[in-house]
């Protein structure tokens, strides 16, 4: 192996070093990250179950005072309660 190969070699291991440290992460960054991913994913049930109570809310309001109309809102109200 000649010089100038030998130092390509070095330099191209020296990136892969690098490299593959730069992706680790701490526990403590890894902890923070799952929580905040938790953070997101409950503020993404919260906003759909408001959607779903919205949904609700307009359901009955549509149906006024026909009792069957009303029955009918039961999967919204269903729904909203599986979100808990």
């Not at 390509?8 to 701490?26: D, E, P, Q, W, Y």
């Not at 997101?40 to 759909?48: F, G, M, P, R, W």
């Not at 809102?73 to 729904?79: E, I, R, S, Y």
């Amino acid at each position: 192996m000649t010089g100038a190969n030998r130092v390509r070699m070095t330099a191209f291991g020296l990136v892969l070093v690098v490299a593959s440290l730069a992706g680790c992460a701490s526990p403590q960054d890894k902890a923070a990250n799952a929580q905040r991913q938790a953070a997101e994913a409950d503020l993404k049930i919260k906003e759909e179950r408001l959607k779903l109570v919205d949904q609700y809310k307009k359901c009955i309001a549509d149906a006024g005072t026909d009792k069957m109309k009303a029955d009918g809102c039961g999967h919204v109200l269903k729904a909203v309660e599986a979100l808990k």
